[in-house]
């Protein structure tokens, strides 16, 4: 599908996706398609996994935050990519249900229940943001708690999201690239919530 980073691929190759699914998903665990994981939300299309891993170019040792752990399938292939994964989900059900997956899996990733708008302060600066649902807009304490020189791999929209990659250039500024209908291919995420809703 145009996805050429064979560490990519390879760290995909290393997370058998139907461990992430209900068994009644097992055969069809490796097509292109988000399935339902409970709590209303779906897993990540494996291509859209790739794609927001590419851009990212994880390299060995990068601190990364992830928003929306879900079922944790993302987290796997960015462990997998040697990255040092932080990753935040607000439904408690899948928090708890990721935690048992990965650490099964020998997966060891910091998984926290929480809102993703806020980050994770305590851990902050990272070097590569990745937000898994879509948002309206770039969430400011993500933006803060970028490192300079950092990447923001972000769905930005409501209904239909573009993919946008955050480039932070100081303090106060950025620069972003748009993945707008890229390749023909549309992005379609569940949306990023507050927290009280
Ligand atoms: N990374 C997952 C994608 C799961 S779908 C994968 O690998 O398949 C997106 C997830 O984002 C959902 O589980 C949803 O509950 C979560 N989410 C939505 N808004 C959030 C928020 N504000 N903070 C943390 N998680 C959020």
Not at 25 to 54: C, L
């Amino acid at each position: 599908m145009g996805v050429e980073s064979k560490k990519v691929l390879g760290a995909m190759l290393k997370v058998p996706r139907h461990f992430f699914l209900d068994s009644s998903f097992e055969d069809f665990a490796y097509q292109n398609k988000a399935f339902p994981i409970g709590e209303e939300q779906t897993i990540s299309h494996p291509y859209t996994v790739a794609f927001q891993s590419e851009m990212l170019d994880i390299k060995i040792g990068d601190k990364i935050l992830e928003i929306g752990t879900g079922c944790g399938y993302q987290t796997a292939v960015l462990y997998h990519l040697g990255a040092s994964v932080y990753s935040i989900e607000r439904q408690h059900a899948l928090h708890h249900k990721a935690k048992l997956i990965l650490n099964k899996m020998r997966i060891k990733a910091h998984l926290h229940y929480g809102d993703g708008y806020l980050g994770l302060p305590a851990k902050a600066p990272f070097d590569k943001i990745i937000v898994t649902a879509g948002a309206p807009e770039i969430p400011q304490e993500l933006f803060k708690q970028l490192t300079i020189g950092g990447l923001m791999m972000i769905p930005l929209g409501s209904e239909e999201q573009i993919m946008t990659l955050v480039v932070k250039t100081n303090e106060k500024e950025f620069e972003k690239v748009e993945f707008d209908n890229f390749n023909q291919r549309h992005f379609r995420f569940v949306p990023m919530l507050k927290n009280k809703q």
